[in-house]
């Protein structure tokens, strides 16, 4: 009796379902987005908003009624107010004492940190460690508490300097004229060496060592090396360096602001861009104005940077 086998069921696949690659492009863009939202949100209420606000503020100026002696009102007032900081000398005075004072300034601190990160370059591995987080010590310190104490040494009453320079029958004067340059320069190059240090000793950690080799086999010195291979090939973190450092120059602040406690005689509400804002607002209480003159400040401050980027890749290049 012959048995009947049934015929096997042949399975059959459940068609695969796809998606299109435009959505799954937008499934990306979106998870990137949430990825971003926190940026996007700090950087809209720390950057956007207060610009925002205090381009608002610049259209406005205080008005008296009556003839100068009844209550004041703010009224729109259009650009009267950056008009009237073209024609402001004491705003660009400062402005013109603040780039003259750091193309010297940045000019020394850079040198003097191109030197540090070329003499550690040659350096044992655990030697340049110990010397990075020493020279990186001044960085980390708070601006305000590097500035008193550097306050304290140039204190004509507290200084320790000065006493010392007392007994031994001399006088030192840290303000007035000259000097009020130099100290102001001392403590920001104090300041700023390790920073940039850090930054160029990196770049010149990457280059290849092969080159130092072949060098050395032509029977170059090491200065040599130096000057005419490390140098230009570390001219992209010098130009981003001097950038970084031209940006902090002009937005110069708390170091006068104390420095001023202790010579207000050479370092004036006037001496940089930022101290008459902060004069003109917190002082005067014309807000209006002061607002108009950061506006401007921040344009001068992003054009003074992208010309001089592009100036100095030109002839780096």
Do not use: C
Not at 108 to 130: E, Q
Not at 252 to 257: A, N
């Amino acid at each position: 009796m012959s048995t009947l086998t049934r015929p096997a069921k042949v399975a059959t696949e459940s068609p695969v379902r796809r998606t299109s690659p435009r959505r799954t492009g937008r499934r990306g863009a979106y998870k990137g987005l949430l990825f971003m939202l926190p940026f996007l949100i700090g950087f809209l209420l720390t950057y956007v908003v207060p610009i925002g606000y205090a381009f608002s503020q610049s259209l406005h100026e205080k008005k008296s009624s009556g003839i100068g002696f009844g209550p004041t009102k703010i009224v729109y007032a259009g650009f009267a107010n950056f008009s009237a900081i073209l024609s402001d000398g004491t705003f660009w005075t400062g402005m013109l004492r603040t780039l003259l004072f750091g193309a010297a300034q940045i000019t020394v601190m850079l040198g003097i940190s191109l030197l540090l990160a070329l003499l550690l370059d040659g350096v044992a591995a655990r030697a340049v460690r110990f010397f990075r987080a020493g020279l990186l010590i001044p960085y980390v310190i708070p601006g305000v508490v590097s500035t008193l104490i550097w306050l304290f040494l140039y204190s004509p009453t507290a200084s320790p300097i000065v006493d010392i320079a007392d007994k031994a029958g001399t006088s030192v004067t840290f303000f007035g004229g000259l000097n009020t340059y130099l100290s102001l320069g001392n403590l920001l190059t104090w300041q700023g060496i390790g920073f940039n240090m850090i930054l160029i000793s990196a770049s010149l950690q990457a280059l290849p060592r092969e080159l130092y080799e072949a060098a050395r086999l032509d029977g170059a010195k090491e200065w040599r090396i130096a000057w005419s291979i490390k140098v230009p090939n570390i001219t992209g973190i010098l130009v981003l360096t001097g950038m970084f450092s031209l940006i902090g120059r002009l937005q110069l602040f708390t170091e006068p602001l104390f420095l001023r406690y202790v010579a207000p005689e050479s370092i004036s509400t006037d001496f940089t861009p930022m101290l008459e804002i902060f004069d003109r607002a917190f002082k005067t209480g014309d807000y209006q104005y002061a607002a108009a003159e950061s506006l401007v400040l921040a344009v001068v401050t992003g054009v003074l940077a992208f010309v001089f980027y592009r100036v100095t890749n030109r002839k780096m290049s």
